[in-house]
């Protein structure tokens, strides 16, 4: 029997929501949402493979239903002491839980390399920032929006390249989710806004709107190869003007619609070609990793960023493509397990503690 813990830093205690400002409790619902529904997909596939017992983490927030295995963290416990406790006592964790603050490299630090089922710590620490992801895939050929200083935007190259779409953006460096994504039409209010993130102790980039379609390729990685599983159109909205009074205009995430285009198309192939590039670019990217970029309508696929983990398209793609993606991502880690007839739906554990488990 393999036994397996599954956090995801949402819905698994990370984050408090009566801590969270009035001004952020909606974003940070919207994600919790998110979280729990790569969490449950995942879970739920797990669920269906004989010889493997899964846990995940939940917190006081959530009722969860008793015959499912989980546990939580002692009160005033530090989420990384919960993470690596609850990994000792499984011989695998799968963790899904965004970049920013060096999040991701910390709890994979806290499970330790021989429990860890994801990419290895240089690849998240490349992918965990957009100014280095650019840097590294440039190196290499691959088409990218750079991250700028407002004092190279006026710089000969640069601004020939970004000026094309006229429109700049401003996020965090190591951001998820469309988080504090603003989009300026003019130049000089993206660079005041990027001046006063970076006064202010935050570690913003500027660069330029990629204009086209948004996509996202999901990935099943490797040691030896890379396999395209989907590719997805993701929804991003953005106002058609500013609010009163603001120069800016919020960029805002709504989902992802997965398996939109066919991997054997046209624009697949040239798609499926830019992912083994980037995957070669980023040694070490194992297991689940996703591509976000947008197809231009000139310069073909941009690369925006790379996701070292689990991303909003797993939710559902398993039973989109009639594969259970769970023994496919174990496998592209040595893991071997067979698939349940019992269909994921209907298979229930019983309720198991680790540690402090309610």
């Excluded at 995940?56 to 919960?82: I, K, N, T």
């Excluded at 998240?124 to 929006?145: F, N, P, Q, W, Y």
């Excluded at 660069?207 to 996202?216: I, M, N, T």
């Excluded at 925006?304 to 880690?333: C, D, K, M």
């Amino acid at each position: 029997m393999t036994k397996l813990f599954v956090y995801e830093y949402l819905t698994g205690g990370g984050i408090d929501p009566d801590l969270a400002g009035e001004g952020s409790l909606a974003d940070l619902s919207a994600l919790i949402v998110e979280g729990r529904a790569m969490r449950d997909a995942l879970v739920a596939d797990l669920r269906a493979l004989d010889g493997v017992q899964v846990t995940f983490a939940s917190s006081r927030f959530e009722h969860v239903d008793a015959s499912l295995a989980h546990c939580r963290a002692m009160p005033g416990e530090p989420m990384s002491d919960f993470v690596a406790r609850a990994a000792r006592e499984h011989d695998y964790a799968w963790v899904i839980a965004p970049e920013c603050d060096g999040l991701l490299r910390q709890l994979h630090d806290a499970v330790g390399a021989a429990r860890w089922l994801g990419c290895t710590p240089q690849a998240i620490d490349i992918a965990s920032g957009k100014r280095a992801t650019a840097e590294r895939l440039a190196a290499h050929g691959i088409a990218v929006t750079p991250a700028l200083s407002p004092e190279q935007g006026n710089e000969p190259g640069h601004a020939e390249a970004a000026m094309a779409s006229r429109r700049w953006v401003v996020k965090p460096d190591d951001g998820a989710g469309g988080l504090d994504t603003f989009l300026f039409d003019r130049f000089d209010d993206a660079s005041a806004e990027y001046r006063a993130r970076l006064a202010a102790g935050r570690n913003p980039v500027l660069q330029a709107w990629v204009d086209g379609e948004p996509l996202s390729l999901s990935l099943v990685c490797g040691a030896a190869r890379a396999e395209l599983i989907s590719i997805n159109r993701q929804q991003i909205g953005v106002p058609d003007h500013a609010a009163p009074g603001h120069a800016e205009r919020v960029v805002e995430f709504s989902g992802v619609q997965v398996d939109q285009i066919a991997l054997q198309s046209e624009e697949g192939r040239v798609l499926e070609a830019l992912a083994q590039r980037v995957v070669a670019a980023l040694p070490g990217l194992r297991g689940f990793a996703g591509i976000d970029l947008v197809w231009h309508p000139q310069r073909g696929p941009v690369v925006i960023e790379v996701n070292p983990r689990l991303t909003a398209a797993y939710a559902g793609l398993s039973a989109r493509l009639g594969r259970n993606l769970a023994r496919v991502l174990l496998e592209s880690h040595g893991v071997t397990v067979n698939a349940s007839a019992t269909p994921a739906a209907q298979c229930h554990a019983g309720a198991q503690a680790c540690g402090a488990a309610s």
